[in-house]
């Protein structure tokens, strides 16, 4: 049975893990009649997370069936009813699959009483045809994770399942969302030996895809400084964790013992590169990645990654060259595409630019970065519609992107659409607090459509934010100075005046100049 577990074992399509591969065996090198323990490990939701029922695509078979009392208390194999060199249809397989049924429960049922008859309920079978074992004891369902597919459900059950199970059902809008949090449990093999090695991959397992990522972490780490295992791909994912909760400098530290056992593990230094941009590092970025396309030339996503670190650091030739290596080898590369949409822009060639970020999105349309640049570029422009579009795009994949629901809150306002402008600003400002410029616009916004006390209280928050935040000082004077509030509006003015940018500057002064002059005292 181990040959067929190979391939459709998955407990679940969604993020888990459902497997690891042992570190020690390369792709295919599996042996038909070894372990498949030996070179695959396999994992389930933990008991009493509510996902003892799944019904999905890649478990309707092997999963559901080792679930089932036949297949527990008999010998039964997948080739009890499948040979894979004769395979049955239509009625000749409905005929064959009985008769294995009945091979075993030889009498499971009163006899016909007539012909085309049955005592069992003829319901769950087609229309005017009687019920076989299939359909009442492994019916047809339509599956959780692809929702326009039914499948046979391969748990072998006493009584049919309640419910419409073809009935329609909605799909989940994000495959991230509603992911499992909880332990990741052994399920094949059933259990392992007691050895370090055991213990790494259980722990491994709770961190791989994030499931269980804060206590995974804990364990990982203190599994690796009992055991000090040999290979590098222990330490890289813990610093793949790390970088998941956003350490950033843990992160680092564990790449680099990755790195330590195995200086050429392109997967660590392509981490530690992306955890060094988070930490501003680009320096190190740069040596991680060109490294990394060093010992791997043909790594496409190592030389995106570089070209976009080069672009960070405004070394625009350097990144257009290694971004163009990468489009050679796969031109349809989203994020090449991306990057050197910058990189044409940042050589002034705007009309390459749209292209490139054009080629990014159909070759992946949830590219948020994408849309946000290219509406950049088109309002710009002045194609403020178009702008709009693909700033709701933007928003709509990202939705935690501030860049996107501060650029849509910007040309919204430009077209007069205050209300829209006003709520993508709120949003922006909700996700990052920190930025004075998102509530400065959102300020302008609110006095642009007549709310000025919110206008007030806009630009009061962004000058708490940073007091050098000159525009909020402008703008906040001018909007008092019409509210009559001539002695604020005069030290918001002065600050403005103070600023180093020369329009700000003038613009303060010439407002200062129209202020009745102050009374002395």
């Known amino acids: 049975m181990e040959f067929c577990l190979q391939c459709p074992p998955e407990t679940t399509g969604g993020p888990l893990p459902f497997q690891i591969r042992r570190f020690d065996r390369p792709p295919f090198s599996y042996v038909p009649g070894t372990s498949l323990g030996d070179y695959f490990i396999h994992f389930d939701h933990a008991p009493g997370s509510g996902r003892e029922d799944k019904f999905e695509i890649v478990g309707s078979a092997t999963y559901r069936l080792r679930q089932s009392a036949c297949f527990q208390r008999s010998a039964m194999t997948c080739t009890t009813c499948h040979d894979p060199h004769d395979i049955p249809r239509g009625e000749a397989a409905v005929a064959h699959y009985v008769e294995v049924c009945t091979g075993c429960h030889a009498s499971p049922h009163p006899a016909p009483t007539a012909a085309g008859s049955s005592t069992a309920t003829e319901g769950p079978g087609a229309a005017g045809a009687p019920a076989t074992c299939l359909d009442c004891h492994m019916p047809k369902r339509r599956v959780e994770d692809a929702v326009h597919v039914v499948m046979t459900d391969h748990l072998i059950q006493r009584h049919r399942p309640a419910g419409d199970l073809l009935a329609p059902r909605q799909e989940a809008d994000n ?37 269980n990522l804060d206590a995974g972490i804990e364990r990982l780490e203190r599994a690796i400084e009992t055991h000090a295992p040999e290979r590098p791909e222990f330490y890289y994912e813990l610093g793949r964790a790390y970088a998941r909760r956003g350490d950033f400098q843990a992160a680092i530290r564990w790449c680099d013992e990755a790195l330590r056992r195995d ?49 960070r650091q405004e070394r625009v030739a350097e990144a257009s060259a290694t971004l163009q290596r990468a489009l050679a080898l796969d031109p349809d590369l989203p994020q090449a595409n991306n990057a050197m949409g910058l990189a044409s822009l940042h050589a002034g060639h ?70 829209e402008a006003i709520d993508a600003l709120r949003t922006a400002a909700q996700l990052a607090p920190g930025r004075a410029a998102v509530h400065t616009d959102l300020g302008a916004v609110l006095a642009a459509a007549g709310r ?57 002064a010439a407002a200062l100049g129209r202020l009745p002059a102050a009374r002395v005292p």
Do not use: C, W
């Not at 997967?267 to 970025?285: H, I, S, Y």
């Open 263 to 311: 200086p050429t593990f392109a997967p660590a230094l392509k981490q530690l590169a992306d955890a060094a941009v988070e930490t501003g590092d680009f320096a190190r970025a740069v040596q991680a990645l060109a490294r990394a396309a060093e010992l791997q030339p043909d790594d496409v996503d190592a030389l995106a990654a570089l070209g976009h670190v080069y672009l």
């Open 350 to 419: 705007a009309d390459a630019a749209e292209q490139y970020f054009r080629a990014a999105i159909r070759s992946q349309p949830d590219l948020a970065e994408a849309h946000n640049n290219l509406g950049n570029l088109l309002a710009g422009r002045r194609a403020y519609d178009e702008a709009r579009h693909h700033f709701l795009l933007a928003t709509r994949h990202a939705p935690d992107s501030v860049e996107a629901h501060h650029s849509l809150g910007i040309v919204a306002a430009m077209t007069g659409a205050y209300t």
């Open 452 to 508: 000025s006390d919110e206008a007030v209280r806009a630009y009061e928050r962004a000058i708490e934010v940073d007091p050098a935040e000159f525009d909020a000082h402008l703008a906040l004077g001018e909007l008092l100075a019409r509210a009559g509030r001539m002695a604020e509006a005069r030290q918001h003015l002065e600050t403005a005046a103070s600023g180093g940018d020369a329009g700000v500057r003038a613009a303060a």
């Open 175 to 211: 495959f991230e969302k509603g992911s499992y949090r909880g332990e990741v449990v052994l399920y094949y093999p059933a259990s392992l030996p007691s050895a370090p090695e055991t213990t790494l991959y259980l722990a491994l397992a709770q961190v791989v895809q994030a499931s």
